[in-house]
């Protein structure tokens, strides 16, 4: 049982990798694969959903390496409220103890979304 859910985890966390093409994929799986097993260790997943547990360790993985993807991102491909999506992700955050490290507390730099996000408008960038 504790092998099927950490396998779960892992192929949940391939496929939004995979969705996204976060790069380097295969850091970022295992990086974000060992804070999935340490919330499995731990029984976080029990009574919580897995997709929803490895989206939030891929979102700590993602704050962490400043990777443009936002929790919202993660709730649209989960079809979930982002709300409860973040409600997961504090309490995986205070379970692992990293809830006050300054990755995850500062605010963000809206410079690493637009490049995303005018690609997206399909706007050419010189250069």
């Known amino acids: 049982s504790h092998e099927i859910t950490v396998n779960k985890g892992?192929?949940?966390l391939q496929g939004i990798?995979?969705?996204f093409l976060i790069?380097?994929?295969?850091?970022?799986?295992?990086?974000?694969?060992?804070?999935?097993?340490?919330?499995?260790?731990?029984?976080?997943?029990?009574?919580?959903?897995?997709?929803?547990?490895?989206?939030?360790?891929?979102?700590?993985?993602c704050r962490q390496e400043a990777k443009p993807f936002m929790l919202?991102?993660?709730s649209d491909l989960l079809q979930v409220?982002?709300?409860k999506l973040g409600a997961?992700?504090?309490?995986?955050?205070?379970?692992l103890r990293i809830d006050d490290h300054p990755s995850l507390t500062r605010p963000i730099d809206p410079s690493l979304?637009?490049?995303?996000?005018v690609q997206k408008l399909k706007v050419q960038i010189p250069g």
């Open 10 to 12: 892992r192929t949940e």
């Open 88 to 95: 997961v992700y504090l309490q995986l955050t205070k379970l």
């Open 23 to 61: 790069r380097p994929a295969q850091d970022v799986l295992e990086a974000a694969h060992r804070l999935y097993r340490l919330a499995v260790q731990n029984g976080f997943t029990k009574g919580r959903v897995v997709p929803q547990v490895a989206a939030c360790c891929l979102y700590i993985i």
């Open 72 to 74: 919202i991102d993660l």
């Open 113 to 117: 979304y637009l490049v995303r996000f």
């Open 17 to 19: 990798i995979d969705h």
């Open 81 to 83: 409220n982002v709300y």
